[in-house]
């Protein structure tokens, strides 16, 4: 399955000759696949903008070169073919970092999984020390599964909090304040692979769009509830993350001139009501107390009024935000990630209650309100999914 050697010799393309537009076409259906699970002939008419008549003789094309394989499905009611990447033994490396975790996901070309592994971080740990017990990790991974170094195309991290995508370094204001200054460079240095790095909240909105249920739609909001919050912003099928990489920091979007101090220093901010550090607080003297997330979700599950109560403030906090960030942007869905969306309608319905009283009546009644369906994981296979998408894969390759 994985072999090793020298790197295969491209055919030399004339440019602007036919050869050089086939060459061009080929390359762009390849990218939209590397962007997604599998995608149907007729999405990937509409992503490309080539015909359809194009994209099959591509897609045949791909399929006799062994680069990608074909299924039946149904789409819309109508018989569809769908197309996704071979797997040519080429691996990506997702891992997410959070506040007393590492999840490590190792996922072929074609999207499946092939490993994954979490580990437990103490609190505050030293941001040195889990690069270290990452890369120590991933190295066992890797030869148990059998996979040889030169298989790996590059590792995605994902941090909490607010990266310049420009320097590659993490900045202040994270949720883990062990990490800033942290750089691409200090990451290599560990993992001794290419890599890539994205806040959690980005790629929990990559996730949903690659992954999931919503492949398809083209404007989504990934709001990441925990210790901090924060949003990925998925724009007419692509990403948005601003000029330096900051947008989405919604964490700290002031609710109330005189709330609460938060850690970027403004007060009242959106953290400072609905994080699950606030939420942990608030119950810290209730008949029954939370110390963890885990806590919160169980009582609330049980129907505990106090715990009840404070997810339902919170939830109608974030359901207002959500609001303004939809009446700016008019998304198809908003999914909510983090650790709380194992509540399911406990935490959704009163998101949508705030949704609905502050956004325009027909926004708030066209956008859908749904828990991620991949809970912790999302961060790590959307690194995992960052990395597959800026390979670029030449089919004219003998």
């Given at each position: 399955m994985y072999s090793e050697g020298a790197e295969p010799q491209k055919r030399r393309i004339k440019p602007g000759s036919q050869s050089a537009l086939k060459a061009f076409n080929q390359r762009s259906v390849t990218q939209r696949l590397l962007g997604s699970a599998s995608l149907t002939q007729a999405e990937l008419s509409r992503a490309t903008g080539l015909?359809?008549?194009?994209?099959?003789?591509?897609?045949?094309?791909?399929?006799?070169?062994?680069?990608?394989?074909?299924?039946?499905?149904?789409?819309?009611?109508r018989r569809a073919?769908?197309?996704?990447?071979?797997?040519?033994?080429?691996?990506?490396?997702?891992?997410?970092?959070?506040?007393?975790?590492?999840?490590?996901?190792?996922?072929?070309?074609?999207?499946?999984?092939?490993?994954?592994?979490?580990?437990?971080?103490?609190?505050?740990y030293s941001a040195l020390h889990a690069l270290s017990l990452a890369a120590e990790r991933l190295d066992a991974m890797l030869c148990e599964f059998h996979i040889p170094r030169t298989?790996?195309?590059?590792?995605?991290?994902?941090?909490?909090?607010?990266?310049?995508?420009?320097?590659?370094?993490?900045?202040?204001?994270?949720?883990?304040?062990?990490?800033?200054?942290?750089?691409?460079?200090?990451?290599?240095?560990?993992?001794r692979f290419p890599v890539v790095i994205d806040n959690d909240a980005n790629l929990g909105a990559l996730c949903e769009v690659t992954w999931g249920p919503h492949s398809s739609?083209?404007?989504?909001?990934?709001?990441?509830?925990?210790?901090?919050?924060?949003?990925?912003?998925?724009?007419?099928?692509?990403?948005?993350?601003?000029?330096?990489?900051l947008s989405?920091?919604?964490?700290?979007?002031?609710?109330?001139?005189?709330?609460?101090?938060?850690?970027?220093?403004?007060?009242?901010c959106l953290e400072t009501v609905a994080s699950t550090r606030i939420m942990i607080e608030r119950l810290?003297?209730?008949?029954?107390?939370?110390?963890?997330?885990?806590?919160?979700?169980?009582?609330?599950l049980d129907g505990d009024s106090e715990t009840r109560r404070v997810v339902e403030d919170a939830g109608f906090a974030i359901g207002r935000m959500a609001a303004i960030l939809s009446d700016v942007l008019n998304p198809?869905?908003?999914?909510?990630?983090?650790?709380?969306?194992?509540?399911?309608?406990?935490?959704?319905?009163?998101?949508?209650?705030?949704?609905?009283?502050?956004?325009?009546?027909?926004?708030?009644?066209?956008?859908?309100?749904?828990?991620?369906?991949?809970?912790?994981?999302?961060?790590?296979?959307?690194a995992a999914a960052l990395v597959l998408s800026q390979q670029d894969i030449h089919p004219f390759v003998v």
């Open positions: 015909s359809t008549a194009s994209i099959s003789n591509i897609v045949r094309a791909l399929v006799q070169d062994g680069i990608a394989e074909t299924s039946p499905t149904i789409s819309s009611g073919l769908l197309v996704r990447l071979s797997n040519n033994g080429a691996v990506s490396v997702g891992i997410d970092f959070g506040r007393s975790h590492v999840r490590i996901v190792i996922v072929t070309l074609d999207y499946r999984i092939v490993a994954e592994q979490t580990l437990s971080l103490e609190i505050r298989a790996v195309l590059g590792v995605g991290v994902g941090i909490p909090g607010p990266i310049n995508l420009r320097s590659q370094t993490v900045i202040h204001g994270n949720v883990l304040p062990e990490w800033i200054g942290v750089s691409v460079s200090d990451i290599e240095n560990h993992m739609t083209e404007n989504l909001i990934f709001i990441k509830v925990g210790t901090g919050i924060g949003a990925g912003l998925i724009i007419n099928g692509r990403q948005f993350k601003g000029a330096l990489g989405g920091e919604v964490g700290h979007i002031p609710t109330s001139e005189h709330g609460l101090l938060c850690r970027c220093g403004n007060r009242g810290s003297l209730s008949e029954h107390p939370s110390s963890t997330t885990a806590d919160i979700v169980r009582l609330a198809h869905a908003v999914v909510i990630g983090g650790p709380l969306s194992a509540m399911g309608e406990v935490f959704l319905e009163p998101i949508r209650r705030g949704l609905n009283q502050y956004a325009m009546p027909l926004i708030s009644e066209t956008t859908t309100v749904t828990a991620s369906s991949f809970g912790d994981r999302a961060e790590a296979l959307g």
